[in-house]
Nanobody
Framework: QVQLVESGGELVQAGGSLRLSCAAS????????MGWFRQAAGRERDFVAA????????RYSDSVRGRFTISRDNAKNTVFLQMNNLKPEDTGVYYC??????????????????WGPGTQVTVSS
């Protein structure tokens, strides 16, 4: 089992920045690819970004590429999501997820086996 806890979500103005963190425990963190997903009210959970076990491979959705950066610190069992130039459409609950595999073989939410409770990000216009 993997336990995940997100932090860092808050209300921010459009154009601002936030850094989300996700602390992991319970399994060898450096055996897991990690991802961030978000869910706006009334919508499905969408892929945002993912990173492989070493941090050497990252993937992003088209809507955030160039604005968001995913990274990880394996010594601290933590994955981060740096979000810059935030837009109102970035509003939602952001979830950290772990893939039971070291490489990012998929960005499908259904394939990620472990999830955190989520953290709310609200971007005001």
């Amino acid at each position: 089992q993997v336990q995940l806890v997100e932090s860092g979500g808050e209300l921010v103005q459009a154009g601002g920045s936030l850094r989300l963190s996700c602390a992991a425990s319970g399994r060898a963190f450096n055996n897991l690819a990690m991802g961030w997903f978000r869910q706006a009210a009334g919508r499905e959970r969408d892929f945002v970004a993912a990173i492989n076990w070493s941090g050497g491979t990252t993937r992003y959705s088209d809507s955030v590429r160039g604005r968001f950066t995913i990274s990880r610190d394996n010594a601290k069992n933590t994955v981060f999501l740096q979000m810059n130039n935030l837009k109102p459409e970035d509003t939602g609950v952001y979830y950290c997820a772990a893939l039971d595999y070291p490489e990012v073989e998929t960005t499908s939410a259904s394939q990620f086996g472990f999830w955190g409770p989520g953290t709310q990000v609200t971007v005001s216009s």
